[in-house]
């Protein structure tokens, strides 16, 4: 398998995690490099279903190897967490998952200031965050003031987080916002330490030794390209950069080494949180996606919006970054509907946009310009290959293809990992 880039196209939740499982198989090696447990990425096995938020999905695989990148934020506590949930249900981490020790780590202070300034938000408009405490910790990072994840094995380490939570204290007091005992917090992460040494390591020669054997290389993103701090509907975006650029930059994969960039679309959109949503439904039709598609969060299990593809996003996601070919998620979502519509282009203030403005203002007042396809009202979850499709949703593919000039390779019509079929990438613009 090539060195390989998996990227959300829309506004996250497109179903990564079912297919990085499914590309794990081929790998040697699978690596987060962005977000926090912000993040969740279902996987179904059989009757079993996993939700993770930062191991790696090829953890499900037994003899994969997995890293949390430098490019993480790490909530030890909530990785202890998981790392016991996982364990407990047969899968061995041990010397099979490893931690970067320069990602940064998630405390309690950052959640506190991160419900804080939701409930009080400085642009009088909240962002729609999980209040898990992600965007103030890559604020310190920025800052220079974080701690990382290899400052747990200093001696010191204890001084240095009391000095951290002593200084967070006094801007909590001054919001009039709930502060910490310090004493309590240095002796609990004292022990969250101790438990989370065996996985912290200086990942980046691993991974670069793994290149020099030939073992392939699979860079795991969460959120999606429109909640990228750079490209997304700023504000209303995550803190990291979620599109294939951060998969260089938390991981240490150099640029060069990369071989191919999948992004993960689904037959329709979704948006969780605030922000401008152009394609979005606000009628029976909308709630119909969302019941059959179970549109529900997987961190926090809130009720996602639901729309229609917007062919000006996934034309963006393409562009920004260097998509080589699609993974189209929840086609058989769709099975039931009699008509559905793409969105071509926008049209805002007597301007016809065919490109994605940068302005979240702009982009809130912008109406979808439709086209329209007939649905194929027969059921595609039984569907092993693309002449099991039915005709019309051959067609609607191919659209998809045709106008975002960029082929599909990989087809998920369920969410278990049988549900998916692999296309030639020699080949993959499917032709009705």
């Not at 979850?381 to 005709?391: F, V």
Request: net charge neutral; with cysteine.
């Amino acid at each position: 398998m090539a060195n390989t880039v998996l990227v959300g196209a829309q506004w996250g939740d497109e179903g990564k995690g079912k297919i990085i499982d499914v590309l794990a198989e081929e790998a040697d090696w699978v690596v987060r490099f962005q977000g926090g447990n912000n993040a969740g990425h279902t996987v179904e096995i059989g009757s079993e279903r996993y939700v993770l938020h930062l191991i790696p999905s090829g953890i499900l695989h037994p003899g994969k190897m997995c890293v949390i990148g430098n490019g993480v934020v790490v909530d030890p506590v909530a990785l202890l967490e998981e790392i016991d949930g996982v364990e407990q249900r047969g899968i061995v981490t041990k010397g099979r998952l490893f931690v970067s020790d320069r990602a940064h780590l998630v405390f309690p202070y950052h959640k506190l200031i991160d419900e804080y300034r939701e409930r009080k938000p400085a642009a009088g408009t909240p962002i729609g965050t999980t209040k898990r405490g992600i965007g103030p910790t890559y604020g310190d990072k920025a800052a220079r003031v974080g701690v990382r994840v290899g400052d747990m094995l200093d001696p010191d380490f204890a001084n240095l987080l009391r000095e951290r939570v002593e200084a967070n204290n006094k801007m909590l007091i001054a919001s009039e916002a709930p502060t910490l005992d310090v004493e309590e917090t240095v002796a609990t992460y004292l022990a969250v330490a101790q438990r989370l040494a065996p996985y912290i390591a200086d990942t980046i020669p691993m991974i670069h030794d793994a290149m020099a054997k030939k073992q392939s290389v699979l860079l795991e993103g969460a959120q999606g390209t429109l909640l990228d701090i750079d490209f997304g509907t700023y504000p209303f975006v995550t803190s990291s950069n979620a599109t294939s650029g951060g998969a260089c930059t938390g991981s240490g994969m150099p640029p060069n080494r990369i071989d191919r960039v999948i992004g993960v679309v689904k037959a329709y959109s979704t948006r969780v949180g605030e922000g401008p949503f152009p394609t979005e439904l606000h009628d029976a039709m909308g709630e119909h996606i969302r019941k059959v598609g179970h549109e529900f969060g997987a961190t926090t299990g809130r009720p996602r919006r639901c729309g229609w593809f917007d062919l000006v996003v996934a034309r963006y996601a393409a562009h920004v970054n260097g998509v080589t070919d699609w993974a189209v998620t929840k086609l058989d979502v769709l099975d039931d509907v009699e008509e559905i519509k793409v969105c071509v282009a926008y049209e805002c203030d007597g301007r016809r946009y065919e490109h994605l403005p940068a302005s979240a203002r702009v982009l809130a007042r912008c109406k979808p310009v439709y086209e329209s396809f007939p649905g194929w009202k027969t059921s595609t979850k039984s569907a092993q290959t693309l002449e099991d499709l039915p005709k019309l949703c051959r067609s609607y593919l191919n659209a998809l293809a045709r106008l975002t000039g960029t082929p599909i390779s990989i087809l998920s019509n369920g969410p278990r990992r049988e549900s998916t079929m692999r296309l030639d990438l020699a080949a993959a613009v499917i032709s009705a």
